[in-house]
Nanobody
Framework: EVQVVESGGGLVKPGGSLRLSCAVSGFTFDNYGIIWVRQAPGKGLEWVSS????????YYADSVKGRFTISADNAKKTVYLQMNSLKSEDTAVYYC???????????????WGQGTQVTVSS
């Protein structure tokens, strides 16, 4: 059974930091990515950051570039999202998902975590 479990959310003041974790297990995809997306109150899903098991590059939305850092501990099968200099507009439910990369470059994102709430407020 594929499992995706986020943790680390909470309430933080503007300018503060949080580290989210995404623990994954139960899959054997050759090429995959771990994707962080978020959903602010009353808004749609917004892609935040991605990391892949077959390339060293990491990717960030412009809205978080320079403030967020994605990293992976392969031994623990855990991906982290270090969030610094948090702003009120970062308030959202943060989800991580597994993206299976298919031949031809398409992908499927069938496995999602339950989400973790991040609230940035004074």
């Amino acid at each position: 059974e594929v499992q995706v479990v986020e943790s680390g959310g909470g309430l933080v003041k503007p300018g503060g930091s949080l580290r989210l974790s995404c623990a994954v297990s139960g899959f054997t995809f050759d090429n995959y990515g771990i994707i962080w997306v978020r959903q602010a109150p009353g808004k749609g899903l917004e892609w935040v950051s991605s990391i892949y098991n077959y390339i060293s590059d990491t990717y960030y939305a412009d809205s978080v570039k320079g403030r967020f850092t994605i990293s992976a501990d392969n031994a623990k099968k855990t991906v982290y999202l270090q969030m610094n200099s948090l702003k009120s507009e970062d308030t959202a439910v943060y989800y991580c998902a597994i993206a299976e990369i298919l031949p031809g470059g398409s992908y499927e994102m069938d496995y999602w975590g339950q989400g973790t709430q991040v609230t940035v407020s004074s």
